[in-house]
């Protein structure tokens, strides 16, 4: 692929980047792939409907294409991404592509790239499964002579990663954890990927149902060796309702009961975990897990 690419690109197939997803295991049908690039170089175009084309173009399982631009101090900067199944830490089955006119070193893009995804692409989950293949690129021209600022990189990357949670299979509902009280970055990052991760969490979400002892659950099974009497959960935010209490379940009043299942029930849910052994905290995001989600999985190849 490279090679051909590269023969009618003039360019040399070392200088071509091969993104790829699909079933696990079958051999590419190269003949049709061939084709493929042929009519793809010769509809190249510098324009912003050809972006749009190629964002939905590398959509699978996907319901809508995934794409950001911003222009600042002169620089400009535009991804997009695919992503719907397969979705956790490490990336996954998704691909992403920023690309800017900004002038960047190749070591100053890894770090930029890097600390961004970390931030995004690496704290979501919609399934808990990684795959065979995955791959965010960002590309810098060198044309506007400037450098492009980390926190667009950030935000481009945000926004992209949210767009695949959002765009989850089967998904019906996404949470957002708050995790604090960690004693380091790391340490609050595997209690995220932990409660993110969990099937039971998702599902209790799913369902509406305020399950405080799964959470609880996905804390202890992060393996961080937090005492439960320090450990609080709420759910809503900024100012949300208190499930437990520095180990302790609280006892709602039916107005706070009724508050409490109006928040389970929306599209977005916001939970805060402090496991009360420092002051450092990240946020996870999350899908819930649906029936069709199975459906979907159970008939993928069939």
Not at 7 to 19: Q, S
Not at 119 to 129: K, L
Not at 148 to 155: F, K, L
Request: aromatic share 4%; proline share 4%; net charge neutral.
């Amino acid at each position: 692929m490279c090679a051909m690419v590269a023969e009618r690109l003039g360019c040399k197939p070392t200088e071509v980047l091969v993104a790829s997803t699909g079933v696990i295991g079958p051999r590419l049908p190269m003949d049709k792939i061939e084709r493929g690039i042929a009519s793809a170089v010769a509809e190249l175009r510098p324009s912003k409907a050809a972006m749009m084309y190629a964002a939905e173009a590398i959509l699978t399982t996907d319901t809508r294409s995934k794409t950001y631009g911003v222009r600042s101090n002169g620089v400009t900067l535009g991804g997009m991404a695919k992503g719907s199944g397969m979705i956790a830490p490490d990336m996954a089955t998704m691909l992403g592509f920023l690309v800017t006119d900004a002038r960047l070193q190749p070591d100053r893009v890894r770090r930029l790239l890097r600390s961004a995804c970390d931030q995004s692409f690496n704290r979501i989950s919609v399934d808990s499964d990684t795959s065979t293949s995955d791959m965010v690129l960002m590309l810098a021209s060198g044309a506007a002579r400037s450098a492009v600022a980390a926190d667009d990189v950030d935000a481009c990357c945000s926004s992209l990663s949210q767009q695949v949670l959002c765009d989850g299979e089967g998904t019906t509902r996404v949470f957002d954890v708050r995790i604090e009280g960690a004693r380091s970055v790391a340490e609050a990052d595997r209690v995220g990927r932990a409660i993110v991760n969990s099937p039971l969490v998702k599902t209790a979400v799913h369902g509406g149902d305020p399950n405080w002892g799964r959470f609880m659950m996905a804390v202890g099974k992060s393996g961080v060796a937090i005492n439960p009497a320090k450990v609080s959960l709420s759910v809503g935010s900024p100012r949300g309702i208190a499930l437990l209490s520095l180990g302790e379940p609280v006892v709602l009043n039916t107005k706070q009961q009724a508050r409490v299942e109006r928040l389970m029930r929306a599209d977005r849910v916001g939970f805060v975990v402090d496991l009360g052994r420092g002051d450092v905290g990240v946020t996870w995001s999350g899908s819930d897990l649906s029936y069709e989600y199975v459906r979907i999985n159970a008939e993928y190849t069939t």
